[in-house]
């Protein structure tokens, strides 16, 4: 935030001083005009420059229109309004609405839809939205710091989460509060968010690889939330249970590994061997919580999938 209010600054004071030294009417305005253009992306920034100008263009344009037919009454602006408006919407440039009002206000306060005044407010967008656009260009965090802490993040309470998963089939009287699911959901939406501002940031060679990280772990995120209502039905511990709970702490190590080792998932399909070979169950509560814990290791492989 702190960057931002900078690039704020120095682009509304470039903007004033250059709209000063070309001599235009309400230079003030460029620096205005350059607060609303800074944005948080380059890509988000260029875009909505563009937008802010053709709105304030197609705005200038519906005004001076309304004020050659009806003159420069206080009425007209609420039926420029009236009619403006819903059309820079509808043509999805909403975010110039605000733009486009700064510059038909001049035009009114001026009292004159003359070639020179339509120019004068051309000048004004052209100098304080592009001023904006030069300073998001200039200069942008790199988020790829934050990024990799985030991810350290994730990866910590997924081990967490793991480990919990794995007391919990170890010994059916453990109480987890599963409050690292809770957390682990913000922590991912933060890094989405980050990854989106990093690609974006990136004009000419977008990165993917962050996005496509947590779209990932989002999927395995869905699928640990499928494993835990499933270890919710093992209500009872038993040898499968024990032998199932080792790979989930063998996980929880390999979750932090920068690179898949196939260590669990070769286990896994051990461990289908060996649930075919032991005895059948013996009763209906041992049958359920057994059909669970098969249950759960389908949900594993399925896990391990992405």
């Not at 935030?1 to 460029?30: D, H």
């Not at 991912?188 to 772990?217: C, D």
């Not at 814990?293 to 389908?298: K, T």
């Amino acid at each position: 935030m702190g960057m931002r209010v900078i690039k704020t600054a120095l682009a509304a004071i470039i903007a004033i001083y250059l709209a000063k030294f070309l001599g235009l009417e309400f230079y003030l305005a460029a620096g205005l005009l350059a607060i609303l253009g800074v944005d948080t992306t380059r890509i988000s920034g260029l875009k909505n420059s563009f937008e802010r100008i053709f709105a304030s263009i197609l705005g200038l344009l519906f005004a001076a229109f309304l004020f050659y037919l009806f003159d420069f009454h206080i009425w007209v602006l609420a039926l420029f309004i009236f009619i403006a408006f819903p059309v820079i919407a509808k043509v999805n440039l909403g975010s110039g609405i605000v733009t486009s009002c700064v510059v038909v206000f001049h035009i009114f306060s001026m009292e004159s839809i003359s070639l020179a005044a339509i120019m004068n407010e051309i000048g004004l967008l052209l100098i304080g939205l592009g001023c904006a656009t030069i300073i998001n260009f200039v200069y942008m965090p790199n988020e790829d710091a934050n990024l990799l802490k985030t991810r350290f993040k994730v990866e910590d309470l997924f081990a967490a989460i793991f480990h919990n998963i794995s007391n919990q089939l170890k010994d059916d009287s453990y109480l987890w509060d599963g409050h690292e699911l809770l957390e682990v959901q913000e922590v991912m939406e933060e890094g989405v968010s980050l990854a989106k501002k990093s690609s974006e940031n990136a004009l000419f060679h977008p990165k993917t690889e962050w996005q496509i990280y947590f779209h990932m772990r989002n999927q395995q995120l869905d699928s640990i939330e499928r494993m835990m209502d499933i270890v919710a039905q093992v209500y009872q511990t038993l040898p499968h249970g024990v032998i199932t709970a080792e790979l989930f702490d063998e996980l929880a190590d390999e979750v932090k590994n920068e690179f898949y080792t196939g260590q669990v998932e070769a286990q896994l399909l051990n461990l289908e061997l060996l649930f075919k070979q032991m005895p059948l169950p013996v009763s209906r509560g041992e049958f359920e919580i057994r059909s669970a814990i098969l249950q759960l290791s389908l949900e594993l492989k399925h896990y391990l999938s992405y």
